[in-house]
């Protein structure tokens, strides 16, 4: 969906020549129309808001049709959000409306996480678009889109302002998704409250910077009314899918012992100004923001964290392709410097297993050096302790001759002597 | 998206699966206005269209171009193509802005000039396939750039081919350049000149030129299709008369009191916007009244998105082996990458478990080798020491053998020496005995 505009014009030399008839080519408008109304159209809603404050009996009414829904228990454990798509028509327009339900939201006693569920579930649905504006082979024009075009914040009718964790939940939507907060159940408010409340509602949200949806006022045809309905937000609105019989006429409306608050009746609530805005005038309005606007801002930012640049640090504009396949490289260079690192901690793992072994090795090779040295010290003590007994056994044989060889001598001397 | 089929099959919806249901609406809710909405829209933002006129010098381009918008696009001042003679073909664009009922259109003609001109045409294609790939080119960049902001569209949305009234067929550059271009740009061929043929000769030329262009498959724009009936009436009837025969005309001849575009010959009035004379309202009507929003819808959705595949599939896997299967196409580049990724993360771990694996085996080796020489060394410390036990073992022996001999022949010795002294004072006593 390329945004054309006129305004934005290259250097080239463009000449505004005048026509000699009709070419025809005013009907361009009703071609692009009558295209877009064979595609059918596509509206989701979000509602945000408290359990019972009549989120689905205003859709009901808004859109004069019951949608199924059942009542929720006051007992989720968190907050999560449920979306339903329907088909409607009317004359020959098709709408496929999806309206997005917060179940549980304002129920638990912690409420600090409760805008999680709900920025998460807008996140997700940018996330599938941009998943298939980025593929190589897609169909957009086929693309059923889920962005959510508009958020409706239900306030509760309290009279004196907002609930912390309405200015918490809004701060973290406004710049996520067009925000318009109503006041549910307005027939509980009397005027003058209303009108203080309503002061004080957008004084607060003004005070705490949160961006709520402005109608549009740059397009004269329709800028007269939005910039009056500018000063009404937020709407006061009531809604009801059952009729009652007022004079001759059969309204829907809620019937109190004291009267009948008469749905559509612009002096009861605001419901009739909440329609006009919503679908009647700016509905186009609101897909496109989403698409031009809050959606661009996501993809932008989820680009960059990718690491996406517009320029090079040389500030030259990046082509597609050399972004890619910058970014290929890096992610490649990446993996090998990844594969490298392994590589070298196990190649220093080697080493040093391969020096603790080493170092063992040497110590038993020094043991057995040692151990080697004991027993030749040993051997030659021995040695020296069989030298030694030789020794003595040789003195001692010497001596023992030396002695028989005398005694041998003796004898005969005592012969001798015995002869005399 | 068409959404009443979804409806009678009850398709599921993406949606967390919730059905989509058709809905009867009581009463008036107003989104009926929502085509309004967008009819104002457009208008606030205004039209962009690209037009691309090829064909010989001399065919009647720059002429036609000034009936079909009713302007002097090309003028004097701003002379065609033909008036700008080029040594080698050309692609030069003019912009206009032009304005009616509130309309604006911001209207871009690209002409060729010295296209087929040469008397060697060959690749006279070349200049005009890359200008409209380079345009493709701008595009995709806007695109994808992170800051996007508001994108022309420059892209080339039509391409009206000139075929000369030869009267037999089409010529080989004819055909040679739309089977060029027919997967680029929606290409009209039409036939230029028409009023130098008779009607039956036209017939037969257009008959001659549309049986060669299926035989060659060539993919010229297509009507798309309604549900209309009146409308398919009148398409039907349109895609009888394929390919268009024009004629333009600069000038404005009175005929029967009005006063009409048309070339006056003596033998009367060829008139320009006469549907007996020639097809160009048919042309205009098509062109500009009923399927310009068409023409860019079929540039953005088919000729681009061949483009931009072609361009990314290519920057995906350069280098890499390009026959892909069908499912690479459905991811984006940087989910190929995220893919890519994830595959070598589980290599990498695949390589170190085999690494460690290796490590501990061969750790275990040399562990085992030093246990091994260890015990080894032990068991000869052992022997060793018993040898040198043994050895002393020995000695002792040998010693205590020893001592015995010795401590035996002392001992005998001394029996001796006592025998001897015993005997010598028995014969002392003798002796003394003697003397007595």
């Not at chain 2, 390589?351 to 501990?360: L, S």
Request: aromatic content about 8%.
């Amino acid at each position: 969906m390329a945004a054309t505009d006129v305004d934005v014009f290259s250097n080239e030399e463009k000449r505004n020549l005048s026509l000699g008839g009709h070419v025809g080519f005013d009907s361009l408008p009703d071609q692009l129309v009558s295209k877009s109304v064979t595609q059918g159209f596509c509206f989701n809603i979000l509602c945000v808001g408290e359990t019972g404050i009549g989120k689905s009996t205003l859709m009901n009414t808004l859109f004069n049709t019951m949608f199924e829904n059942e009542e929720a228990s006051h007992y989720q454990n968190g907050v999560y959000l449920r979306p339903r798509t329907y088909d409607l028509q009317e004359s020959n327009v098709h709408l496929k409306l999806t309206i997005v339900d917060t179940v549980g939201f304002g129920d638990q006693i912690n409420k600090e996480d409760s805008y999680k569920p709900i920025v998460d579930y807008i996140d997700t649905q940018f996330e599938n678009y941009l998943q298939e504006e980025l593929k190589i082979k897609r169909s957009l024009f086929n693309y059923h889109d889920t962005r959510i075009h508009i958020c409706l914040y239900f306030i509760a009718p309290t009279g004196h302002s907002l609930k912390s964790l309405d200015l918490v939940t809004m701060k973290k939507l406004d710049s996520k998704v067009n925000i318009i907060p109503i006041i549910a159940k307005a027939d509980t408010i009397s005027k003058s409250e209303l009108h203080k409340f309503k002061i004080k509602i957008m004084s607060e949200l003004v005070s705490n910077g949160v961006q709520i949806y402005q109608f549009p006022t740059d397009d004269e045809a329709v800028s007269e009314i939005n910039s009056s309905m500018n000063a009404h937000l937020p709407f006061a609105v009531v809604g009801s899918v059952e009729e009652v019989k007022v004079g001759n006429k059969t309204v829907r409306a809620r019937q109190y012992p004291w009267g009948v608050v008469q749905v559509e009746n612009e002096s009861h609530c605001d419901f009739v100004k909440l329609r006009e805005m919503l679908i009647r005038v700016n509905m186009e309005d609101l897909r496109e923001q989403t698409h031009a606007r809050h959606y661009e801002l996501y993809r932008r930012c989820k680009l960059e964290e990718m690491g996406f640049k517009d320029t090079d640090p040389d500030s030259q504009p990046f082509s597609l392709q050399e972004t890619y396949e910058a970014k290929r490289k890096e992610f490649l260079g990446d993996l090998q410097r990844k594969e490298e690192e392994m590589r070298q901690m196990f190649v220093n793992k080697v080493k040093e297993t391969e020096a603790e072994l080493k170092e063992r090795e040497r110590e038993l090779h020094e043991k057995f050096e040692q151990l080697k040295r004991m027993h030749q010290d040993e051997k030659r003590k021995v040695e020296e302790k069989r030298k030694e007994l030789e020794d003595e056994m040789n003195a001692f044989n010497r001596k023992k001759l030396a002695v028989e060889t005398l005694s041998l001598n003796q004898p005969l001397k005592k012969d001798k002597d015995k002869k005399n | 998206m068409s959404a009443s089929s979804d409806v009678l099959t009850g398709a599921a919806e993406a949606n967390g699966g919730a059905m989509g249901l058709q809905k009867n609406l009581e009463g008036y809710v107003g989104f009926a206005n929502l085509p309004n909405q967008v009819y104002r829209k457009s208008v606030k933002r205004g039209f962009e269209f690209t037009l691309m006129v090829v064909g010989e010098s001399g065919l009647g381009k720059s002429t036609l171009i000034n009936s079909l918008f009713l302007t002097d696009l090309y003028s004097p001042e701003y002379p065609g193509p033909s008036q700008r003679i080029k040594k080698t073909v050309q692609v030069e664009q003019s912009k206009v802005l032009i304005k009616e009922g509130g309309v604006h259109l911001l209207l871009t003609i690209v002409d060729t000039p010295g296209f087929g001109d040469a008397v060697d045409n060959s690749n006279c294609w070349q200049p005009v396939t890359d200008h409209i790939d380079s345009k493709f080119e701008d595009f995709l960049n806007a695109e994808s750039r992170v800051n996007r902001r508001l994108m022309p569209d420059s892209r080339v949305h039509c391409c009206l081919y000139f075929i000369a009234p030869s009267g037999h067929g089409l010529k080989p550059l004819d055909i040679e350049f739309m089977k060029r271009l027919h997967e680029k740009v929606n290409i009209i061929p039409l036939i230029a000149k028409a009023d130098t043929m008779t009607p039956e000769e036209c017939q037969q030329f257009k008959k001659q030129i549309m049986k060669e262009i299926h035989e060659h498959k060539i993919k010229i724009y297509d009507f798309p299709e309604t549900d209309d009936e009146e409308e398919m009436k009148m398409i039907r009837r349109i895609k009888d008369r394929l390919p268009l025969a024009v004629v333009g005309s600069n000038t404005i001849i009175e005929v029967n009191g009005k006063r009409v575009r048309g070339r006056q010959y003596p033998w009367g009035v060829a008139e320009v916007e006469n549907g007996d004379h020639c097809d160009f309202t048919i042309l205009r009507n098509m062109l500009i009244r009923t399927h310009m929003q068409d023409l860019k819808d079929v540039t953005n959705n088919v000729h681009y998105e061949n483009y931009r595949s072609r361009k990314l599939a290519a920057v995906t896997y350069n280098g890499v082996d390009n026959n892909n299967s069908k499912n690479q196409l459905t991811k984006s580049p940087l989910a190929q990458m995220e893919e890519e990724r994830r595959e070598h993360v589980a290599k990498m771990k695949k390589m170190e478990q085999e690494m460690e694996q290796v490590f501990e085996m061969k750790v275990k080796e040399k562990l085992q080798k030093l246990k091994d020489s260890e015990v080894e060394l032990q068991k000869r410390h052992e022997q060793m020491k018993k040898n040198l036990e043994a050895q002393y073992k020995e000695l002792e022996e040998k010693r205590r053998q020893y001592e015995e001999e010795k401590s035996t022949w002392e001992l005998q010795q001394r029996i001796l020496e006592q025998q001897k002294l015993e005997l010598s004072r028995t014969m002392e006593k003798g002796k003394k005995k003697k003397i007595f």
